[in-house]
């Protein structure tokens, strides 16, 4: 026979066990959220023409770009001292607006993911991804 006193200790450990499985619960749910997020990139390559020192037309890849984050050509970044990039290929996954000024400023045109391009008249020396 069960005393009054020993289902009133059972019922006590039961809601202890569900309050600290909930503590738990919520401990985890908060540390989750509190982790911040890694930068998201864009998947693939994006590809451009330059010149080199030599004058001839080298190409550059730029690999899983950043997203959200302006990238200026190193290669064209001063343009007291070099010419433009042309004829970008955008085989990202995202969005590439290429700019004619360092700096994602200046005129700007969007290359669609996977098969934007440009010809060698689309100028740029920057670029950021959506």
Same mark, same amino acid.
């Given at each position: 026979?069960?005393?009054?006193? !020993?289902? =009133?200790?059972?019922?006590?450990?039961?809601?202890?066990?569900?309050?600290?499985?909930?503590?738990?619960?919520?401990?985890?749910?908060?540390?989750?959220?509190?982790?911040?997020?890694?930068?998201?990139?864009?998947?693939?390559?994006?590809?451009? =023409?330059?010149?080199?020192?030599?004058?001839?037309?080298?190409?550059?890849?730029?690999?899983?770009?950043? !997203?959200?984050?302006?990238? =200026?050509?190193?290669?064209?970044?001063?343009?007291?001292?070099?010419?433009?990039?042309?004829?970008?290929?955008?085989? *990202?996954?995202?969005?590439?607006?290429?700019? *004619?000024?360092?700096?994602?400023?200046?005129? !700007?045109? *969007?290359?669609?993911?996977? =098969?934007?391009?440009?010809?060698?008249?689309?100028?740029?020396?920057?670029?950021?991804?959506?």
């Amino acid at each position: 026979m069960l005393s009054h006193l !020993s289902l =009133t200790k059972a019922k006590d450990n039961i809601a202890m066990r569900l309050r600290d499985t909930a503590v738990a619960s919520l401990g985890a749910l908060f540390l989750v959220l509190s982790v911040p997020a890694s930068a998201s990139a864009a998947d693939g390559q994006f590809q451009y =023409t330059y010149s080199g020192l030599d004058g001839r037309p080298q190409v550059a890849v730029v690999d899983d770009p950043d !997203s959200r984050e302006c990238i =200026t050509l190193p290669e064209v970044a001063d343009p007291a001292s070099s010419s433009p990039a042309h004829s970008p290929r955008n085989r *990202t996954d995202a969005y590439a607006k290429v700019f *004619t000024e360092p700096n994602c400023t200046g005129d !700007s045109f *969007t290359l669609r993911p996977h =098969t934007g391009y440009g010809s060698e008249r689309l100028k740029l020396r920057s670029v950021i991804f959506s």
